[in-house]
C-alpha cells in the first residue's frame, strides 16, 4: 500500500486530471484517502450549518421531532458523523456489486480501493460544486436564494459524482464502464435515501 495522500492533495488531484487522479486512487487503494476526503465535506457542511444556525435561518423541512429552528445546530453537530456513515454505507454498496462483477482474484476483492474511491468521488464533487457554490450564494444573494440557485448547480455536483465514482470503481475493479457506473449508481442512491433523511 502506498503512502496515503492527503485531502489537500486529493482535491487538487482531481482537479488537475479527474481520470488519472481516480486511476491513482484506485491503485492506491487506501481508505484513508477516501474517509479524509469525506471529512473535509462534513466539516465545511457542518460549519456552514452552524453558520446557518446562529444567523437565524431555519429550512423548510426540519427532522421530525425537532423542529425546524433546530435543524442547521443538530445537523452541524451530525455533520461529520454522518457523512462518514453515508460513506461506509454508499461504499459498501458499492463494493459489494464491484466485486461481484470483477473477476476472480483481481483487485476487486480491495474493499479500501472502493472506499477509497468513493469517498473522493463523493467528497471533491459535493465540495466544491455543491457546498461551496451553496455558501457563494448565501453571501451574495442571502439565505433565500440558495434553493433557486441550487437547482443549476446540484445536478451537475450529483453527475461528477458519478463520472468519479464510475472511473474509479472501473480501474478499482476491472469493471467495464457500464458495471462500473451501476455499482456507483447503486452506491450513492444507497447512502442518499439515509442523508436525504438528515440533510438540508
Known amino acids: 500500500m502506498s503512502d496515503s495522500r492527503p485531502a489537500w492533495s486529493l482535491f487538487l488531484d482531481v482537479l488537475r486530471g479527474p481520470r488519472s487522479a481516480m486511476a491513482g486512487v484506485a491503485a492506491r487503494a487506501d481508505a484513508r484517502e477516501g474517509r479524509a476526503a469525506m471529512l473535509v465535506l462534513g466539516v465545511l457542511h457542518g460549519a456552514f450549518s452552524l453558520l446557518l444556525f446562529l444567523s437565524?435561518?431555519?429550512p423548510r423541512f426540519g427532522l421530525p421531532g425537532l423542529g425546524r429552528e433546530r435543524h442547521?445546530?443538530?445537523q452541524a453537530i451530525l455533520a461529520v458523523p454522518l457523512y462518514l456513515v453515508l460513506w461506509?454505507?454508499?461504499g459498501?454498496?458499492?463494493?459489494a456489486l464491484a466485486r461481484r462483477a470483477s473477476a476472480p482474484g483481481g483487485e476487486g476483492g480491495?474493499?479500501?480501493a472502493?472506499?477509497?474511491v468513493f469517498g473522493v468521488a463523493y467528497a471533491v464533487p459535493m465540495t466544491l460544486l455543491f457546498?461551496?457554490?451553496d455558501i457563494a450564494v448565501y453571501f451574495a444573494l442571502g439565505f433565500s436564494a440558495i434553493g433557486k440557485a441550487m437547482r443549476y448547480y446540484a445536478p451537475l455536483a450529483a453527475v461528477f459524482c458519478l463520472v468519479l465514482g464510475t472511473m474509479g470503481l472501473s480501474r478499482a475493479h476491472h469493471l467495464r464502464t457500464r458495471t462500473a457506473l451501476l455499482a456507483a449508481l447503486a452506491g450513492f442512491v444507497a447512502q442518499a435515501l439515509l442523508g436525504a433523511f438528515?440533510?438540508?
Open 198 to 200: 438528515f440533510l438540508r
Open 56 to 58: 437565524g435561518h431555519a
Open 110 to 112: 480491495r474493499e479500501g
Open 88 to 90: 461506509r454505507i454508499g
Open 92 to 95: 459498501g454498496v458499492a463494493y
Open 114 to 116: 472502493t472506499l477509497a
Open 72 to 74: 442547521y445546530l443538530v
Open 131 to 133: 457546498i461551496v457554490p
